[in-house]
């Protein structure tokens, strides 16, 4: 009973701020001016294109972050516990820096006559074409969202016990086999809950492609952001593209959950 | 081939992080096909010279030899031993099945030898029908019957058990007890047993190392641990022991207790100071009249098989085991055989352990012991 008075509040904010507001988006995104109408989602087969950057940029941002970010994480969790926690905190101290200031920051690196072709001018090479590119973009989300996949890489690592690892040892693998046989799948919790934690920002995002991607990388989000507040004003068009990246991700996240339970519960031969 | 030598540590000295020495020029010889026991108190070394042989320590000087060739510096996925870890160290992503067949499937072994080898393993520990359930469900014996499948499956020279039944209860434990001294008989395997409970060292090793502080204090069977214990730490520590100051007045005649008693003891100088031990068992209780020594009992303890009586012998506490009922505050006298009298040298141990004046704290020092088997792993 006293458990259930002290999540009302709570629940009033919930539903006030998630289910209320998830209700108004799919409540425009089914509304234009006659009413109930279908338009505003059979619209969105045009953008298709933008539906397919987003996600192809997004899942390139999350492999890189991966590829990057699991050794990093690894290493961390292998040394002494108090350099540990100052590699992590050098890993959250971007963070707490503003978001804007961080990508401001890259586009002055980037620019054409930014601090990198500077550099390369200096030395005699050719400038290098960085700023408005693709690679720009996702250079930008890995760099803004690779911490969100070493931490929960980072957690899962440090809690894997060091005897499973001798025993594996003992058992006759090698440090290869070990990692790939006992490490990495025991990891797989948090594999996948570092792609989430990219993938999903990453798709959805808008800052990062209006600063570094220029006029030729618009994404979801900056689809999304026109529709509310830029040029193209249509709040139901923008609810309805909201809405299916809503359900896109749900779906991605679902077949994630899946390959994640099918490992754990299981176990069988990975490799 | 029975007596061969199997495996040998020579001078090893293991510290960590330059503190004082947990081994120092520690040497021992195990024999191929051995049940061998290291029994000592926590942080002995015991569970040290267990690591070290299964390859995750390396020595900081001396060597160890397997089969005659240095593995000193060998990585443990290269020794031909496997271990048993306390903590079981089951594979949680994997099920019965594919845990067993780990150590197979790293040496590439055709699936067809795997499964027979599984399913042999399986029938072997008793956990027939287990293979597909996953080890996170199982108890904590059908655990450590998974753990030792997995390490048999590898057909190892030699198996390496860490304290592997101090997380169990009291009755599996003595299940287990038998059953791993059957496995060991059946394969002919040698194994090197590390535990802190003198019962469990007794019933099954053929061999038992008496271990404190880095240092052996009595290798031998059983039987002779128990009989001839070395000095006053190996009477302390395997069983029940009275053991008090005497003086060897000459061959086969030593005094104690105010008292000049016949024994079976030679071999020390006229007049030297001894510890003698008698355990409770031995003492027989008569009438005050009648006895060599006269006590008053201070206590009675009904343990089921016989009473544990306390006895103050002028002022010092014996235990006297008995099936007979005594009554507190009743004078008795003592009768000791020449047989039951056991003489020891004075050795850095003497003195250390008094009488059973102060029973109950020595009660909850093994309690303590018991309790605190975590500690032994960072050893």
């Known amino acids: ?271 | 081939m029975e007596n061969n030598v199997l495996v040998s540590l020579e001078n090893v000295t293991v510290s960590f992080d330059g503190e004082t020495p947990v081994l120092k020029d520690f040497n021992l010889s195990i024999r191929d096909g051995e049940f061998v026991t290291l029994l000592g108190p926590s942080g002995c070394g015991k569970t040290t010279i267990l690591r070290s042989i299964g390859g995750f320590i390396t020595p900081d000087s001396g060597d160890i030899y397997f089969n005659g060739v240095k593995i000193t510096d060998l990585p443990p996925h290269k020794r031909n031993v496997n271990t048993i870890f306390q903590r079981y160290a089951l594979f949680p992503h994997l099920n019965v099945y594919e845990n067993v067949a780990f150590g197979m499937r790293i040496k590439n072994k055709s699936e067809k030898e795997i499964n027979e080898t599984v399913h042999k393993m399986l029938e072997l520990v008793d956990l027939k029908g287990y293979a597909k359930r996953g080890v996170g469900k199982l108890s904590g014996g059908q655990q450590q019957r998974v753990a030792i499948a997995r390490a048999l499956a590898n057909d190892p020279k030699m198996l390496l058990l860490d304290e592997p039944l101090s997380a169990l209860d009291m009755k599996l434990r003595k299940d287990m007890q038998s059953e791993l001294k059957k496995i060991q008989q059946t394969t002919g395997i040698t194994f090197l047993f590390v535990t802190h409970d003198q019962q469990e060292a007794l019933s099954m090793s053929d061999t038992v190392v008496v271990m404190d502080k880095g240092v052996i204090q009595q290798i031998g069977t059983p039987e002779d641990i128990y009989n001839e214990p070395k000095n006053a730490f190996v009477a302390d520590f395997i069983g029940e022991s009275n053991i008090l100051d005497g003086l060897m007045l000459e061959d086969y005649v030593v005094s104690f207790a105010g008292a000049t008693f016949k024994c079976l003891d030679k071999g020390f100088e006229k007049r030297e100071p001894v510890d003698v031990v008698i355990r409770p068992e031995d003492v027989k209780v008569t009438e005050a009249a009648k006895g060599m020594l006269r006590g008053v009992v201070t206590s009675l303890n009904f343990q089921g098989v016989h009473y544990e009586i306390i006895v103050d012998v002028k002022g010092f506490k014996w235990m006297i085991q008995s099936t007979d009922f005594e009554e507190v505050g009743k004078e008795i006298g003592i009768i000791l055989d020449p047989d039951d009298i056991h003489v020891m040298k004075k050795s850095e141990y003497s003195g250390m352990f008094g009488d059973y004046s102060t029973f109950s704290d020595e009660m909850e020092e093994d309690i303590n012991a018991a309790s605190s088997v975590d500690g032994e792993a960072e050893e």
């Open chain 1, 1 to 271: 009973m006293k458990a259930k008075g002290w999540a009302t509040p709570y629940i009033i904010w919930m539903a006030i701020f998630i289910v209320v507001p998830l209700f108004l988006v799919v409540y425009f995104a089914f509304t234009g001016e006659n009413g109930f109408t279908f338009a505003n989602i059979s619209k969105i087969g045009q953008y298709s294109n933008v539906f397919l950057r987003s996600i192809w940029m997004g899942a390139i941002a999350t492999v890189i972050s991966l590829l990057l970010g699991y050794p990093m994480a690894y290493m961390i969790a292998r040394i002494p516990a108090k350099r540990q926690s100052v590699m992590i905190m050098l890993i959250m101290l971007p963070m707490w820096m503003n978001f804007l200031l961080r990508t401001y920051a890259w586009m002055s690196l980037l620019e054409d006559t930014g601090l990198i072709n500077r550099l390369l001018q200096a030395v005699g090479l050719p400038q290098v074409h960085l700023i408005n590119t693709s690679g720009a973009v996702i250079l930008g989300m890995v760099y803004n969202y690779i911490p969100y996949m070493i931490l929960p890489l980072y957690s899962i690592l440090t809690k894997i016990d060091g005897s499973v690892i001798e025993a594996a040892q003992d058992l006759g693998a090698n440090g290869r086999k070990v990692f790939l046989r006992v490490i990495f799948p025991l990891s797989m919790p948090g594999v996948i809950s570092g792609i989430t934690m990219v993938f999903v920002p990453a798709v959805s995002t808008f800052i990062i492609s209006k600063m570094l991607g220029g006029g030729g990388n618009l994404l979801i989000g900056d689809l999304i952001d026109m529709q509310f507040l830029g040029s193209a004003y249509n709040p139901n068009l923008g609810s309805a593209i909201s809405l299916v990246l809503m359900v896109m991700i749900l779906i991605c996240m679902g077949i994630m959950n899946q390959f994640d339970d099918g490992e754990t519960m299981e176990g069988g031969m990975m490799i």
